[in-house]
């Protein structure tokens, strides 16, 4: 029985399964475009401890877009520190790589950066719910999910008291985690690439202000691998790994806990502990993003050992690689087909991104002591010049079949944010000029001679073309479009709403790109022929 007044609940436009940060993020961005969302959590309170602690340039600039950067930036805290502030040390304490997670980069926001999880899904909450067409029901456990060429119905069970609700809806995103009921329900099986460890976690307070070198380091010692990292503003996180001779209970007694922090110099005196648990770490992945009107968002998609700070970041980019179609298919600019790249292009993205930090954790997590000195010689091989030698964190681009032009090298790449000035107001672009979709040219000819209804139409998507330059309108402050146009020997870029290059070219070629997105967003859409002689399709 449905209470009164919930009848609104049970249709939406989308219904998501699971308010973690990845079903959140999603509702936001859908509630802000219009759409009804209706979020489904099975547990009646927020989930009150952290599991992320690290977020990259890209994810927050996603959240940029979802609004949340204006009044919350001071959540994150920028990676700093010796070496790149990622380093992996051997036994001795001698450096074996170092990662640059300091550099800024090319989303606007610093590469990497420390935060607390709880804070952010709070914020993500408070700013769902204050959505007018979102819809959050908490206590409420999914168990059921049947579907037919128009719309989704799930089943729910109410913790309250047991009884059985159902919700409808155009589309169904599955952010119900690694554990996802729903893709079991719709029949997606998962590949687990074979890496399995227990590790300790232990998130604590500092109370003597001491700074660390390094924003993270991975200890690959064989007689204990070991985790340090800066988890937001006045926090710290210590993880070690299970040995084999000690259980998970032996592991999480707090005299076991304390006797391992202190080898890191944190003991009652310094440190407050706010909370231990062990976690298995995992590489795993969906064999299909999609089942008809379901997809799979976030953990329930994808899992990986946490070594590079990316699950939650790979969910943020699953939730905007979604909202975007969701919101144009919604609103009838585009087919139901742009779903079918969805799973190709974020499937092959997170795998490089699994693929490394499984190649990390095997790095970190050797126990052999033989092999660890083997891997300690090859990998000081390798760092010639420790002074000198810092790599880069992966880049991976878009897998394909793509929403992305034919035969361009960027397509699929991510693209750039950097800091503007209009009209007397300075910031990132996304805030001083916006527009979801984005052309972009470095010098007028480059965006002229797009004829008119074009253009409207382009703008109708929520486009914005903008030509970006040392002393025009809109001007490149720190030249980072100019850097970025001559490292991808482009004049102009044509990126969508989830950052991500559709195509590039030169003076001459935006009019191409603009048709190119147009036929591809519009494929087989029913009433084609309606917006064509509406005059809509230019
Ligand atoms: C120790 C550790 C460290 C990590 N560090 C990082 C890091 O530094 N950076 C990073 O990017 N990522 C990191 N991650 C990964 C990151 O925490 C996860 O990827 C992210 O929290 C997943 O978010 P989600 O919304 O997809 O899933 P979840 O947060 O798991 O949310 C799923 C939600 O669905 C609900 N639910 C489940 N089943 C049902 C159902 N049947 N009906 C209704 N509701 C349901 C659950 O109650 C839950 O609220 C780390 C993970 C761990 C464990």
């Not at 700074?211 to 937001?232: C, H, L, N």
Request: aromatic fraction near 8%; include cysteine; hydrophobic fraction near 40%.
């Amino acid at each position: 029985m449905n209470a009164p007044g919930e009848e609104a609940d049970k249709a939406a436009d989308v219904l998501i399964v699971g308010a973690g940060p990845v079903g959140l993020l999603a509702a936001i961005l859908l509630g802000r475009g219009g759409l009804r969302v209706t979020v489904l959590e099975r547990w009646p309170e927020r989930y009150p401890l952290p599991r992320a602690c690290t977020i990259d340039h890209e994810a927050l600039r996603i959240l940029q877009s979802a609004g949340v950067m204006r009044d919350h930036a001071d959540l994150f805290e920028p990676s700093r520190g010796e070496r790149g502030g990622y380093q992996i040390r051997n036994g001795d304490g001698v450096l074996l790589r170092a990662i640059n997670w300091n550099r800024p980069a090319e989303s606007g926001w610093a590469n990497t950066n420390g935060f607390y999880q709880p804070d952010l899904e709070a914020v993500l909450e408070e700013m769902a719910v204050a959505i007018p067409t979102v819809r959050l029901r908490r206590g409420v456990l999914v168990d059921g999910v049947s579907q037919d060429a128009h719309s989704v119905t799930v089943r729910a069970t109410r913790s309250a008291d047991g009884s059985l609700e159902t919700f409808h809806g155009t589309f169904l995103i599955a952010a119900d985690g690694a554990n996802s009921a729903v893709r079991e329900l719709v029949g997606i099986e998962t590949e687990d690439a074979g890496f399995e460890a227990d590790w300790l976690v232990v998130d604590y307070e500092p109370l003597d202000g001491g700074e660390w070198d390094a924003f993270v380091t991975q200890y690959a010692d064989p007689r204990q691998p070991a985790t340090a990292v800066k988890s937001g503003p006045g926090r710290r996180r210590l993880e070690f790994m299970r040995r084999e001779s000690v259980t998970v209970g032996e592991l999480s007694r707090t005299d076991a806990v304390w006797e391992l922090m202190a080898r890191h110099g944190a003991t009652p005196e310094t440190a407050r502990i706010e909370r231990h648990a062990v976690y298995t770490f995992h590489g795993r992945w969906a064999r299909r993003w999609r089942r008809g009107r379901v997809v799979l968002a976030g953990d329930a998609a994808h899992l990986m050992p946490p070594f590079l700070g990316q699950g939650l970041c790979a969910g943020f980019r699953d939730a905007t690689a979604l909202a975007w179609r969701f919101l144009l298919i919604e609103r009838g600019q585009a087919a139901e087909s742009i779903l079918d790249s969805y799973g190709s292009e974020r499937g092959a993205h997170v795998r490089e991104i699994i693929d490394e930090a499984v190649a990390i954790g095997q790095v970190i997590c050797e126990l052999d002591p033989i092999r660890a000195a083997e891997r300690d010689r090859r990998m000081l091989g390798e760092l010639h010049d420790p002074a000198a030698i810092v790599v880069e964190p992966p880049h991976p681009r878009l897998g394909r079949p793509s929403i992305t032009e034919d035969g361009d090298d960027n397509a699929g790449r991510l693209s750039v944010q950097g800091r503007v000035e209009a009209g007397g107001a300075v910031g990132l672009f996304d805030d001083v000029v916006g527009g979801s979709w984005q052309l972009i040219g470095l010098d007028p000819e480059s965006t002229a001679s797009i004829p008119e209804p074009l253009s409207a139409w382009f703008e109708s998507i929520g486009g914005s073309i903008t030509t970006v330059s040392d002393d025009g309108f809109v001007r490149d402050i720190d030249i980072a479009y100019r850097a970025w146009f001559d490292l991808h020997r482009c004049r102009v870029v044509l990126s969508r709403p989830d950052f991500y290059v559709f195509g590039t070219g030169g003076p001459g070629d935006a009019a191409g790109l603009l048709r190119d997105l147009r036929d591809q967003l519009i494929g087989d859409l029913a009433d084609r022929h309606e917006l064509l002689t509406e005059g809509a399709l230019p």
